[in-house]
């Protein structure tokens, strides 16, 4: 019997295995542990070298600075330097494709929106929340502005005269015309006021159409049409405003200017209008005596927003008028005056706010007429003209809207009524030396 080997190292060779001191391995399987360990140690110098790469970056390039929290393209931080917080923000009103918007307003707690398909879309002021959209015309017709009578919205719709409820947006009357309207339609009671391009002002039945009175004038009536207890005040082409009853066709007085006008605006006993001879008249509106004028240094193409201390006019591409509405002297009273100012937004007590041609809400003091501080406002070129309360309403065209409140609302006492010097308006309280 042979002698067993007894060196430790000892290899027999069998079926193509290694044997370690009795340990049994596969050679393919050691070749697959070594190529195992060769991938991990690339891997890891791999990964080595690019956390390496990753930290010399690092220290090299410049700093991640993160824009600020920002509404509308507005930094979050200035609405809070100019006191102003977001009321609620659409970033596109669901509109028919293609379609744009035309025309905002704001009226008892509901921002109403216009399309130039003539779809009117209703949202309430203080959520935005979608109430009712409704169609007041076929998408090509002419909108006039609108007018209010109780709960109905009033437009003149191409030829027709369109009511519609504002609580739901139901059309509830609509009366055809057998002339083309050139002014808005006011309703009072049973009776629709409006003009005419045939140089006619009617007073119109509002269940037929029927004309209860109807005047001539010298030119086409403009603009918008607004009434005061039993008077009817309008403006015609020529420059002129009318003052008529309105049971009857029968002048009360009249007030011609040296310039154009688009309309005229009542509100208690005064009556503004502004004209293209660069003055801003304020009337007594039931005698037409001229309570003061003043000349704005430019032609006045739009109305004034009033509020109860003070009448903001534009002065057209050129500036915001802030007016007293009953200074102490007949040539009127400038509290300031803004700088490519185009329109009031809203008033906070003693703080108005205007947005300016350059796109720029400016927030002003009343009391100092200085500006307190003022931010761009992108691409939001529509607003409202609020003389309600505080809230500021933007849109875009696209159908982007932006609602703002103040973080603190003032209260302002109503001014008592200022004896003003009266004078006699031109050619008033004389109709029948030019009565139509």
């Not at 190529?35 to 690339?42: G, N, P």
């Not at 790469?53 to 100019?82: N, Y």
Request: proline fraction near 7%.
């Amino acid at each position: 019997m042979p002698r067993p080997l007894t060196s430790s190292k000892t290899i027999i060779a069998f079926r193509q295995y290694k044997y370690y001191s009795g340990t049994r391995t596969p050679l393919s399987h050691r070749r697959m542990l070594h190529r195992l360990a060769h991938t991990v140690f690339l891997t890891m110098l791999v990964l080595l070298a690019g956390s390496c790469l990753r930290q010399k970056s690092s220290q090299t390039s410049a700093p991640v600075v993160e824009s600020p929290p920002h509404v509308a393209g507005i930094p979050l931080t200035i609405l809070e330097k100019a006191d102003l917080r977001t009321l609620w923000y659409i970033s596109r009103l669901p509109m028919e494709t293609g379609a744009q918007v035309k025309q905002i307003f704001y009226h008892n707690s509901t921002f109403y929106v216009l399309d130039n398909r003539n779809q009117l879309h209703a949202l309430d002021a203080n959520e935005g929340i979608l109430k009712w959209v409704q169609s007041i015309g076929a998408p090509l017709l002419n909108c006039s502005q609108r007018e209010f009578y109780q709960d109905l919205l009033v437009f003149v719709v191409g030829k027709s005269v369109v009511e519609i409820k504002q609580s739901d947006g139901t059309i509830v009357h609509t009366l055809n015309l057998k002339f083309t309207p050139t002014t808005t339609a006011l309703r009072l009671d049973n009776t629709l006021f409006l003009g005419g391009d045939n140089r006619r002002f009617y007073a119109l039945r509002r269940s037929d159409g029927i004309p209860m009175w109807q005047s001539v004038q010298p030119a086409d009536p403009v603009g918008p049409v607004a009434s005061l207890q039993n008077y009817v005040y309008f403006t015609c082409a020529d420059g002129t405003l009318y003052a008529s009853e309105t049971q009857q066709r029968k002048l009360v007085w009249q007030a011609p200017t040296a310039g154009k006008v688009t309309g005229v605006v009542l509100d208690e006993d005064q009556c503004f209008l502004p004209s293209t001879d660069t003055a801003l008249y304020c009337f007594r509106a039931q005698t037409g005596d001229l309570m003061w004028k003043y000349y704005a240094g430019g032609p006045l193409f739009d109305l004034p927003t009033l509020t109860d201390r003070f009448a903001y006019q534009p002065v057209k591409q050129a500036s915001l008028l802030c007016l007293d509405r009953r200074p102490a002297r007949s040539q009127g009273a400038l509290k300031w005056q803004l700088k490519n100012g185009s329109c009031l937004l809203a008033e906070n007590g003693p703080i108005s706010y205007a947005m300016t041609l350059d796109n720029e809400i400016t927030l002003m003091d009343n009391n100092t007429g200085k500006r307190l501080i003022s931010f761009y406002v992108p691409d939001l070129d529509l607003c409202v003209r609020n003389d309600q309360d505080a809230l500021i309403f933007l849109a875009s065209r696209n159908g982007s809207i932006l609602a703002l409140k103040p973080t603190r609302i003032y209260t302002t006492p109503k001014p008592p009524d200022a004896a003003a010097p009266a004078e006699t308006a031109p050619a008033a309280n004389n109709p029948a030396k030019t009565a139509p």
